[in-house]
């Protein structure tokens, strides 16, 4: 078991720049999911993929952001046209079971200049 | 929507006190509770879960007890120690749908030697 994996670890981007975030869960987990956390807060749920299927988006997902998980296996989320606002930690989780508990990522810090 | 509300911090207390960390929940179902831990510079780690009513789970010295009539799952430990110094969240998962979790804002604890 080796953890669930993020990359990068930090990325400092211009507003207005598109930015692409791994995650790579623990083999055997099927389910995995993203969040996103800001400053004083707890994680918020962004969406959630079991295998390959992408079966919950939150409203805080706006079009800019697009997550993908091919082939159920590493996922990626994108984040287009970003704004001051993205910027937060992101955070990446995996769990064998439905009802968790759900193992984190050390999570991708994204600034915006 | 569900959510959970925990005390706000930060919390300080001197080693060897008594902690509890309150947290409740909003759920229109049977949820799953947690704490979670985040140590300074580490990602969110599991500290202790509750499936049902009554369930008590416990880890590391922490205590916390499923209390549906309350709604509550409040956090405690009898005698705390500098190593404790952490963001404590509580969680909840959903039992159904998308299993997403829905964390508190988080509680910091420092403790003093």
């Known amino acids: 078991d080796t953890g669930v994996s993020q990359n990068p670890r930090h990325k400092i981007t211009k507003r207005g720049q598109n930015v692409t975030f791994r995650c790579d869960p623990i083999?055997?987990?099927?389910?995995l999911y993203w969040y996103r956390q800001t400053l004083g807060q707890g994680p918020e749920f962004l969406t959630y993929?079991?295998?390959?299927?992408?079966?919950?988006k939150s409203r805080l997902l706006s079009d800019r952001f697009s997550a993908e998980r091919p082939k159920g296996s590493f996922s990626t989320l994108e984040i287009q046209r970003t704004e001051q606002g993205d910027s937060a930690m992101y955070l990446c989780?995996?769990?064998?079971?439905?009802?968790?508990?759900?193992?984190f990522g050390d999570g991708t810090r994204l600034s915006i200049l | 929507g569900d959510s959970v509300t925990q005390m706000e911090g930060p919390v300080t207390l001197s080693e060897e006190a008594f902690l509890t960390i309150n947290c409740t929940y909003t759920?229109?179902?049977?949820?799953?509770l947690f704490w979670y831990v985040q140590y300074p510079g580490e990602g969110l780690q599991l500290l202790l879960k509750?499936?049902?009513?009554?369930d008590k789970g416990s880890n590391k010295g922490f205590e916390a007890t499923y209390r549906k009539e309350t709604t509550s799952f409040h956090l405690e430990k009898g005698s705390v120690q500098v190593s404790d110094s952490a963001v404590y969240f509580c969680?909840?998962?959903?039992?159904?749908?998308?299993?997403?979790?829905?964390f508190g804002a988080g509680t910091r604890l420092f403790v003093k030697a």
């Open positions: 989780a995996s769990s064998q079971t439905a009802v968790g508990p759900q193992h």
């Open positions: 083999s055997e987990h099927n389910r």
């Open positions: 993929f079991q295998n390959e299927a992408q079966l919950e």
């Open positions: 759920a229109t179902g049977y949820p799953s």
């Open positions: 509750a499936t049902k009513a009554d």
């Open positions: 969680a909840l998962a959903e039992n159904t749908g998308g299993f997403k979790t829905i």
